[in-house]
């Protein structure tokens, strides 16, 4: 059964997926409360999309800390201070250190625009079609201590054509990402998540073996 779990969601930009949390929030097909929205940058567009939602939001500036975990060990107070039980990281724009990840062991998510541990890092898209990969998407894992290393949740697959550029793709993702948060989150507070090692088991789970994907299709 679901229950209403309390998130707090970091940011560094504009902050679409949070907004795609509030949307899904407020439709009904997410069940979660957020906390509050913790942005590093004051300038931080997602401040506002909090704003117009009533949803409390604070600016922690790494720049006032002497080092990352310095600030990590902040960031971890105020957020429990809030009651955040889940954190979701939506275009937080810093690699957290031991001090963050501990605190918030397989309770902190995060999403990657790329079928994970395909292209980690920066520049996901650029280097997807440069490769010339036919299939593209988008990861949320769990956050370890290694960059884009953690234990997979969900992910959706996006075509990629050879005519597409950085711009064409990296939006042909995003949209399948403001899909998958919301669901991932859900799948939490429903308790039909289970870590094992590098696994993630989804309880219930509904196994559809013939199911592909083929880019170029066998006809056409």
């Known amino acids: 059964m679901a229950r209403k779990v309390p998130i707090g969601v970091l940011i560094s930009g504009s902050g679409t997926n949070l907004q795609a949390i509030i949307d899904a929030i407020e439709a009904?097909?997410?069940?979660?409360?957020?906390?509050?929205?913790?942005?590093?940058?004051?300038?931080?567009?997602?401040?506002?999309?909090?704003?117009?939602?009533?949803?409390?939001?604070?600016?922690?500036?790494?720049?006032?800390?002497?080092?990352?975990?310095?600030?990590?060990?902040?960031?971890v107070e105020t957020l429990k201070s809030r009651g955040v039980e889940l954190v979701i990281l939506a275009g937080f724009m810093r690699l957290l250190s031991p001090v963050f990840v501990k605190a918030f062991s397989n309770r902190m998510?995060?999403?990657?625009?790329?079928?994970?541990?395909s292209f980690p890092?920066?520049?996901?898209?650029?280097?997807?079609?440069?490769?010339?990969?036919?299939?593209?998407?988008?990861?949320?894992?769990?956050?370890?201590?290694?960059?884009?290393?953690?234990?997979?949740?969900i992910q959706a697959v996006v075509p990629v054509f050879p005519e597409d550029t950085e711009e064409t793709l990296a939006a042909r993702i995003l949209t399948q990402e403001h899909r998958i948060y919301p669901r991932a989150i859900q799948l939490y507070s429903e308790g039909r998540l289970r870590v094992e090692g590098?696994?993630?088991?989804?309880?219930?789970?509904?196994?559809?073996?013939t199911q592909a994907l083929l880019q170029p299709p066998l006809e056409g």
């Not at 929205?37 to 009533?54: E, P």
């Not at 998510?109 to 541990?117: A, C, K, T, V, Y």
């Open 109 to 117: 998510m995060n999403i990657h625009p790329s079928l994970l541990p």
């Open 121 to 153: 890092g920066l520049h996901v898209q650029r280097r997807a079609v440069e490769h010339g990969v036919r299939f593209s998407g988008c990861t949320v894992h769990f956050v370890n201590e290694d960059c884009d290393e953690g234990p997979i949740i």
């Open 28 to 75: 009904n097909k997410l069940d979660a409360t957020i906390q509050l929205v913790l942005s590093n940058r004051a300038d931080a567009y997602g401040l506002m999309r909090a704003k117009n939602h009533g949803i409390p939001a604070e600016v922690l500036d790494h720049k006032n800390f002497t080092s990352r975990e310095a600030f990590d060990a902040a960031a």
């Open 198 to 209: 590098r696994k993630v088991f989804v309880d219930g789970l509904t196994k559809e073996e």
